[in-house]
């Protein structure tokens, strides 16, 4: 499966605190993406990475791509508690016309 | 800009049942997805349009699930009849480009629960 496995499943921490989540795949892909889901709403997006970029910043969140792993991480820094959702990883593979959403983890950020 | 717009966001039916969706994309995005999400999960491609062409339906459950997409706009799922694992939410989501492959801008979704 190209589908992307993001780690860990569930991750609780406290306000103030930075969360990381991983996001590892199998297929050569041209970008990756990161969505966050509040409990009963869509998905809102909050990153694209293409394949030759390393890392990229949107405010208080990071990611980082390593081709050569498969992997990619989503850094929240200064969580707050409006940060509790899911968050999947979404990748773009070569040779594929789709986006492969992986199974999310879900964050819960307590105040 | 308004966002991609989905009703109903409940439905409740009993199995056997048909039941429809509608998506309105966000205005000028030419490829619109259908997506089922189940507890826990990301999101599974159900179809996803270019225009008004299905280029990729190869997920859609061809024996009870139908969609269409008339004029390159709205967007309409159908499930006919609907069996009980079919509950799930059903994501309507757009993008700019296509390919498949760019942003995509989702709706709240569609809430069915089949009895």
């Known amino acids: 499966s190209q589908q992307g496995e993001e780690d860990p499943q569930a991750l609780s921490i406290q306000e103030g605190e930075n969360a990381t989540m991983n996001c590892s795949y199998k297929?050569?892909?041209?970008?990756l993406q990161w969505y966050r889901q509040n409990s009963g709403r869509g998905l809102v997006h909050l990153i694209l990475i293409r394949s030759n970029e390393r890392e990229k910043h949107s405010g208080r969140l990071r990611v980082t791509l390593d081709t050569s792993k498969k992997s990619s991480s989503l850094l929240i820094t200064a969580s707050q508690a409006a940060d509790t959702a899911s968050y999947f990883c979404a990748t773009a593979w070569t040779g594929g016309f789709k986006t492969i959403f992986g199974a999310g983890t879900r964050l819960f950020v307590k105040a | 800009e308004a966002g991609v717009v989905q009703s109903p966001r409940y439905k409740i039916i009993e199995k056997k049942q048909p039941v429809a969706f509608w998506c309105n994309p966000i205005?000028?995005?030419?490829?619109l997805y259908w997506y089922l999400q189940n507890l826990g999960q990301g999101p599974e491609l159900l179809i996803r349009y270019e225009n008004e062409e299905a280029v990729d339906d190869s997920q859609l459950p061809k024996d009870r699930f139908s969609a269409e997409r008339l004029k390159g706009v709205d967007s309409t799922l159908k499930i006919q009849p609907a069996e009980l694992g079919d509950s799930a939410v059903y994501l309507c989501?757009?993008?700019?480009?296509?390919?498949?492959?760019?942003?995509?801008?989702f709706g709240p979704g569609t809430r069915l629960l089949v009895l």
């Open positions: 297929t050569s892909i041209n970008n």
């Open positions: 205005s000028g995005h030419n490829t």
């Open positions: 989501a757009s993008s700019r480009g296509s390919g498949g492959q760019e942003t995509q801008y």
